[in-house]
């Protein structure tokens, strides 16, 4: 089927025009209650739906090559866009946007070719990129809350870090405790939603597969997967974020800056 004719198909399926409706209620209940929202999820919604719609044919697109190199531009593409969303959340760190950028694609890189060269995914466009897609979004917000986490525990622990060097500690040894205690919190909705698998909700990529009628052993079999190469990726992320993250609030002489620096 061409992509006109797939377009066409799409915008006539009435299943997407009543998921709206579920925001209309929403909308509707807000205006009701003067809570003055519907604007805000109108906005959300139709935006959403154009982004994922325009993603959708594109990949449509990018899935007739079954090209690697293909792949390699588009999951380049999409770590660098999300390098320039993550790095808001460490501003006033040096060089914060390269820090991002190398470990999004080491974290990508690495959990992919080991997934391929496992044989627990086939390396095809149609596989590599939406599973590439799931690893930086999730790396994405790792990094963010590491770089936020990491700014907020120097500037509440500034002295006591002083201290430690004073006596001679190196900058990674003042700053030991700290690093733990930023992975640690990093980490914690990532290790929580392990913790609460299949017992307390059913992720989407198992759900969405056994409503297309696949088997649920096959759907557990994708989603442990997932959730694993989602768990390491972002550890991995979050891991090479602090190293080459506290190393910018030092100076070459092993100082540390000042916060206006």
């Known amino acids: 089927m061409s992509l006109p004719q797939e377009l066409i198909q799409y915008l006539k399926d009435p299943g997407l025009f009543f998921a709206m409706g579920l925001v209309v209620i929403v909308a509707l209940v807000s205006?009701?209650?003067?809570?003055?929202?519907?604007?805000?999820?109108?906005?959300?919604?139709?935006?959403?739906?154009?982004?994922?719609?325009?993603v959708g044919f594109i990949l449509s697109w990018v899935f007739s090559f079954e090209s690697l190199w293909i792949v390699v531009l588009v999951l380049l593409s999409m770590s660098l866009w999300?390098?320039?969303?993550?790095?808001?959340?460490?501003?006033?760190?040096?060089?914060?946007?390269?820090?991002?950028?190398?470990?999004?694609?080491?974290?990508?890189?690495?959990?992919?070719?080991?997934?391929?060269?496992?044989?627990?995914?086939?390396a095809e466009a149609?596989?590599?990129?939406?599973?590439?897609?799931?690893?930086?979004?999730?790396?994405?917000?790792?990094?963010?809350?590491t770089l936020n986490r990491l700014k907020m525990e120097m500037e509440l622990?500034?002295?006591?870090?002083?201290?430690?060097?004073?006596?001679?500690?190196?900058?990674?040894?003042?700053?030991?405790?700290?690093?733990?205690?930023?992975l640690r919190a990093s980490l914690i909705p990532a290790v929580d939603t392990m913790k609460a698998l299949g017992?307390?909700?059913?992720?989407?990529?198992?759900?969405?597969?056994?409503?297309?009628?696949?088997?649920p052993l096959l759907a557990v079999r994708y989603q442990i997967i997932v959730m694993f190469m989602l768990l390491a990726s972002t550890a991995l992320t979050n891991l090479i974020v602090l190293i080459l993250g506290y190393r910018q609030f030092f100076t070459p002489h092993l100082q540390l800056k000042n916060p206006s620096s």
């Open 157 to 182: 622990r500034r002295s006591q870090i002083l201290v430690c060097l004073s006596l001679g500690a190196s900058p990674r040894q003042a700053l030991q405790d700290i690093l733990e205690s930023v």
């Open 82 to 122: 999300a390098s320039f969303i993550a790095r808001d959340r460490g501003q006033g760190i040096s060089h914060v946007f390269w820090i991002v950028w190398v470990a999004l694609l080491l974290s990508t890189a690495l959990t992919l070719s080991l997934l391929v060269v496992g044989r627990a995914v086939h």
């Open 199 to 215: 017992v307390i909700f059913m992720p989407g990529m198992m759900a969405g597969m056994i409503i297309a009628g696949q088997s």
């Open 31 to 54: 205006m009701f209650q003067g809570l003055k929202l519907e604007k805000d999820l109108f906005v959300a919604a139709i935006r959403g739906f154009i982004q994922l719609s325009a």
């Open 126 to 145: 149609k596989v590599l990129i939406p599973l590439g897609g799931m690893i930086l979004g999730n790396a994405m917000n790792g990094a963010g809350l």
